[in-house]
T-cell receptor, first 110, second 114 residues
């Protein structure tokens, strides 16, 4: 199993701060997906990164796929309470389903 | 309209009982999944079905038996429930023919075994 390590595990910040969370592995991936899960709900896809070095933006969220396609980061600018949730990275492993990292729990207080 | 719906949302039962969770998707997807999320929020694949056929069974105890009557439904029956089965169970669906097809999740069933 190709493991995905996410860090930090927990992050508690004030509204308006910037933050970065990481998803790392020793394996090379053809693509990575990022999901956000809010309390009481299922995970929802934010973005898929496919090309090494790729940067994708989703409003205040910036996703980057490492040049070697072994890691990815999510940067949030001026965090808001609505950004609170569990952020999960995931990849499709051949012969099985989408495999998830253990996630970063983000809490943004106003 | 809810894309992936699962019932019930909460399930509280005693050890040794048998229970079922139902899942339906109206997205026209051909692949459905069951995931288990433990108390530490780790989301782990249990089963995957493609066109009603089981394609993935990730070393889940035999007490767990999925059933897919058609492409739009995937139910999960659990026999002889144990304390360690307490978790949130998520149903999801995707399209096998779509490159990097995202998973669409239901809102989970929180199972508590006492």
């Amino acid at each position: 199993t190709q493991l995905l390590e996410q860090s930090p595990q927990f992050l508690s910040i004030q509204e308006g701060e910037n933050l970065t969370v990481y998803c790392n592995s020793s394996s090379v991936f053809s693509s990575l997906q990022w999901y956000r899960q809010e309390p009481g709900e299922g995970p929802v896809l934010l973005v898929t990164v496919v090309t090494g070095g790729e940067v994708k933006k989703l409003k205040r969220l910036t996703f980057q796929f490492g040049d070697a396609r072994k890691d990815s980061s999510l940067h949030i600018t001026a965090a808001q309470p609505g950004d609170t949730g569990l952020y999960l990275c995931a990849h499709n492993q051949a012969g099985t389903a989408l495999i998830f990292g253990k996630g970063t729990t983000l809490s943004v207080s106003s | 309209d809810t894309a992936v719906s699962q019932t019930p949302k909460y399930l509280v039962t005693q050890m040794g009982n048998d229970k079922s969770i139902k899942c339906e998707q109206n997205l026209g997807h051909d692949t459905m999944y069951w995931y288990k999320q433990d108390s530490k929020k780790f989301l782990k694949i249990m089963f995957s079905y493609n066109n009603k056929e089981l394609i993935i069974n990730e070393t889940v105890p035999n007490r767990f038996s999925p059933k897919s009557p058609d492409k739009a439904h995937l139910n999960l029956h659990i026999n002889s429930l144990e304390l360690g089965d307490s978790a949130v169970y998520f149903c999801a669906s995707s399209s096998a023919g779509e490159v990097n097809s995202p998973l669409h999740f239901g809102n989970g069933t929180r199972l508590t075994v006492t």
